[in-house]
């Protein structure tokens, strides 16, 4: 299929119209990472920093994610050498600007949920993800072992918190970044296909990215998952031979990438504003909400293997760990609900 | 309704048959008070005991629960005072005899979960509640934090079995229950009714029985507890101000004991023979491990509070405690299960 005349009025790097969707979405992509990126060059670089920041850091890892998914997707319509290079490279970005963020969030909900197991209902009011952890006046209403244990968690989790911001700048700053950047804003004008890709070519490669969800899908638990109460997932809580990650939750994991390359084709083949699929956004909530829980089970395990803390602190990270292993429970049963619903729904 | 003429090939103090169901009943079951008195005092009295001494002491509790219940609900039929004199002394004998072996299921049941969070699976062979608490060798597959919390439970609630053993052999010697043997023997031959009680006479207490039961699950939070993994059993997990019983426990305690009291109300009104609702039996079962669990769960908070354990063991009974809360929020769950379906077959 042979690309239209260009219409000077969107002829631009951002704008490029052509009937050729993959290449569109890309260079959306592309454009959209290198606006994110400037805005986070413009809005500061503090821990924390402030929600314009927090936003573009976020656009940054959506834009890195989707582009470096969709070069998985349809490799086969992209030049083999230039994909393969760029794919590591994005995961890199996005797997490096996570982090900071992953260890506010997952210090906000363990300490979300040693304020509601300590029965003094809803946080204080403080600022989300973003901003400063809750020091010592937030922990009124916990006993000594909750407060001890949040103090600790605190410690810990804005510790890395600070690492991974330092490590985000860093990488920010490298040549590596650079390079990436570079080719980035290449991709946002020129996208190395090997033959323009219309809807024909497009459609059997997202068909595939969906079957290899399925398929995982369907290997999962889920008979057991969507039995309410099943305790399956602290079995193992006490063994002693746990380690971060819970092997069973490694499945989950896998869904859970799989179904956003799903979804990144969907968007791909249907346009990014056609992906309204509600229980495929409602699934994901669900694989995020495992993830999270997952991790934050961890942490608190991994906090009580501090040397020398207090017995009360450490039956209260037992407690939270607990916790959220039934979190992640919870989150299998709300995925397999959601998921049922919509194999039903799809005829 | 006029006695009939004895016949006297039944005309026995256990085998007396009118057409006074109520007085059936307690004849009955004061024959069995005293047929299990006798088998108690022959197999023994060592703790733990053997098979029969424990299938004795189960059935003295028994009939004790059962007489004690039927003078609750059916006590506008009976002498006033009798009844009034008779209900606490026979909720002492069915109080002290089950404090034994309450200690001894709890442990079973804490021991059993801390191998299942160890991924070690079934408990070791060992006899099921009677028998001696399981020794260091059930405890190979353990972690340092659950084999301590094992020694530190077993310890605990073996030396309250012990004294519990110890306060029921007294009890059983004193002169406060030879009385209320003495009463059972008498009621057993003759019970103090007001006037001879037909169905038509029993109906409306059975009735009434029925509507305490109905009114109290319907103040139970059962929209809440209808919904999976509301994490609600675990809210207060840390509060500060936690005692045992849990006071969110207590109006699902309350219905447990009105369920038993319906249920019995039943066996007089349909024959002992009768009660073979399971819906009914199922909705017991679901009370009664809500009361264990919720008991299981205090006392690994209680083992908690022991001076100078070690973090490793405080952790692993934080776990257990967390563990058990949510046995208590799968037990309200199957409740509100089986209750809605009761309903829905109840026009």
New interface residues.
């Given amino acids: 299929m042979a690309t239209r005349h260009h219409d000077p009025t969107t002829d631009s790097a951002a704008g490029a119209v052509t009937e050729d969707p993959l290449a569109d979405y890309l260079r959306a992509q592309a454009t959209e990472f290198l606006r994110a990126l400037r805005l986070h060059r413009e809005t500061g670089a503090g821990v924390g920093g402030s929600r314009e920041s927090v936003d573009a850091a976020r656009a940054l890892r959506r834009s890195a994610r989707r582009i470096s998914g969709s070069l998985h997707t349809f490799q086969p319509l992209l030049d083999t050498d230039w994909s393969e290079d760029m794919r590591p490279e994005l995961a890199w970005v996005s797997g490096t600007l996570a982090m900071e963020h992953a260890h506010a969030a997952r210090l906000e909900r363990l300490l979300a949920a040693?304020h509601?197991?300590?029965?003094s209902g809803a946080l204080p009011d403080r600022p989300a993800v973003v901003g400063r952890a809750g020091g010592a006046a937030d922990r009124g209403?916990?006993?000594v072992?909750?407060a001890k244990a949040g103090a600790l968690l605190e410690r810990q989790l804005t510790l890395a918190r600070t690492r991974a911001h330092s490590t985000a700048l860093q990488a920010l700053g490298s040549s590596r970044f650079h390079a990436v950047a570079d080719k980035v804003a290449l991709l946002a004008s020129e996208v190395p296909l090997t033959r323009p890709a219309a809807s024909g070519d497009l459609l059997p490669l997202a068909a595939a990215a969906q079957e290899r969800l399925t398929d995982a899908v369907a290997a999962l638990p889920l008979v057991t998952a969507g039995s309410?109460?099943n305790?399956e997932a602290?079995?193992?809580?006490?063994?002693?031979d746990t380690t971060a990650p819970h092997p069973q939750d490694a499945p989950w994991h896998q869904v859970r990438l799989l179904l956003r390359l799903h979804r990144y084709a969907r968007e791909v083949v249907l346009g990014e504003d056609a992906d309204g699929d509600a229980r495929l956004l409602t699934a994901g909530q669900a694989l995020d909400r495992h993830r999270d829980a997952s991790e934050a089970a961890a942490a608190a395990a991994q906090a009580?293997r501090t040397p020398r803390?207090?017995?009360?602190?450490?039956?209260?990270?037992?407690?939270?760990?607990?916790?959220q292993r039934?979190?992640v429970?919870?989150a299998r049963?709300a995925f397999q609900r959601c998921w049922e619903k919509e194999s039903v729904g799809t005829p």
Same sequence: chains 1, 2.
């Fill in positions: 040693l509601r197991l300590s029965g209403n916990l006993t072992g909750a309410p109460y305790a602290l079995v193992h809580g006490l063994s002693p009580a803390i207090a017995p009360a602190t450490a039956y209260a990270l037992g407690v939270l760990h607990a916790d039934h979190e429970e919870a049963y």
